[in-house]
């Protein structure tokens, strides 16, 4: 039962993957958290394609943190190593070549507690069986990704993407702009019209200056001079004379 208790808390442990670089050659680690324990699997990429196992018990959890570790110092401790393993603070102790020979992984070699794991190596059936396993997995989960290994890049070809358009502003800028406009004092709204007012008329003005001339046509209009004493009304009839008019003086 403490068992099943304990590793209840290393939920954040299952199906993280991170490659680790040893040197020239290069390894996949694999965590992975059942019922039973904690297990580590480590694949080293090459044409031998060998890989390592390492299990972890509850009860070496307990070794490591307490026997009376509470649930909140069993969830620390899960994300410390989680973190861990996600930025890639591992290394690989004791490694040779040599067949069969074991291992250690070392979760944060540098900090000021160490989690080492021993991992022992696969046959190569037990190697060939859990590599297969592992693949049918990543089929599974490529499924809702119509069967791709990775996610598609662009989720639709070119020729079906919609056509660019200028991007309007949001509608949340427009209505700010409008309270903000609405909440000026009265006399500076008044001037703000007044200012739109003048605005107007000066466009219009621009655009009446602006406005092609009349067409006279290309005939010439022939300018008659007026002749001296001709009526200006009529200027082919002559002007009538005036008598000025003399007045009786009183003293007659």
Not at 147 to 168: E, G, H, M, V
Not at 220 to 235: C, D, F, M, Q, R
């Amino acid at each position: 039962m403490m068992q099943v208790d304990v590793l209840s808390h290393f939920g954040r442990l299952d199906e993280l993957i991170q490659i680790v670089y040893q040197g020239f050659d290069r390894f996949v680690v694999i965590s992975q958290v059942i019922e039973s324990a904690w297990t580590i699997h480590l694949g080293l990429k090459g044409p031998g394609g060998r890989w390592w196992r390492g299990a972890t018990s509850a009860q070496d959890i307990l070794g490591i943190v307490g026997t009376s570790a509470t649930p909140q110092a069993l969830d620390t401790y899960a994300e410390k190593l989680s973190e861990t393993f996600i930025n890639g603070e591992l290394a690989i102790d004791d490694w040779s070549p040599e067949k069969g020979a074991k291992i250690k992984l070392t979760l944060g070699p540098t900090s000021k507690n160490p989690v080492p794991v021993s991992l022992v190596e696969l046959s190569p059936t037990e190697a060939a069986t859990y590599a297969t396993a592992l693949l049918s997995e990543i089929a599974l989960q490529a499924q809702p990704r119509r069967c791709r290994l990775n996610p598609p890049i662009f989720s639709a070809s070119p020729s079906r993407l919609p056509p660019l358009r200028a991007p309007s502003p949001p509608k949340t800028l427009v209505e700010k702009d409008v309270r903000d406009v609405q909440s000026l004092p009265a006399e500076a709204l008044r001037k703000i019209r007044v200012l739109e007012a003048e605005l107007a008329q000066a466009k219009a003005q621009k655009a009446k200056s602006k406005s092609p001339p009349l067409n006279l046509g290309t005939k010439s209009i022939a300018v008659t001079p007026t002749a001296k004493g001709a009526s200006l009304a009529n200027p082919h009839k002559k002007a009538r004379k005036y008598q000025a008019l003399e007045f009786a003086s009183d003293e007659e």
